[in-house]
Nanobody
Framework: QVQLVESGGGSVQPGGSLRLSCAAS???????MAWFRQAPGKEREGVAF????????YYADSVKGRFTISQDNAKNTLYLQMNSLKPEDTAMYYC????????????????????WGQGTQVTVSS
């Protein structure tokens, strides 16, 4: 059983930075790992993806060049470095993992992600 625990959210001014962490317990090697976000009244959307143990990363166009997904395999921890934050980045951010996947990226069905964290709130406001 995989458990995911996010941390690192908070309030920041536009242009600021935050780093989210997702500590995973259980075996996640070769899983498709992702960060999703959900703003009030909007659908949950995937913003960044990486295969656990791999190096290829994929990003939504809205965050490309500003967000970086990375992992520390020794700590079994996933990160999301968020720079140049905008008010539209305000959302609850979730870490997710898929043990069975065909392609790990924006085309991965959200239903493939069977493990979810509880979420961490990110608020970007002046």
């Amino acid at each position: 059983q995989v458990q995911l625990v996010e941390s690192g959210g908070g309030s920041v001014q536009p242009g600021g930075s935050l780093r989210l962490s997702c500590a995973a317990s259980g075996y996640t090697y070769s899983y498709c790992m992702a960060w999703f976000r959900q703003a009030p009244g909007k659908e949950r959307e995937g913003v960044a993806f990486i295969v656990s143990g791999g190096s290829s990363t994929y990003y939504a166009d809205s965050v490309k060049g500003r967000f970086t997904i990375s992992q520390d395999n020794a700590k079994n921890t996933l990160y999301l470095q968020m720079n140049s934050l905008k008010p539209e980045d305000t959302a609850m951010y979730y870490c997710a993992a898929a043990s069975r996947w065909r392609l790990c990226g924006l085309q991965t069905a959200i239903t493939d992600f069977t493990y979810w964290g509880q979420g961490t709130q990110v608020t970007v406001s002046s």
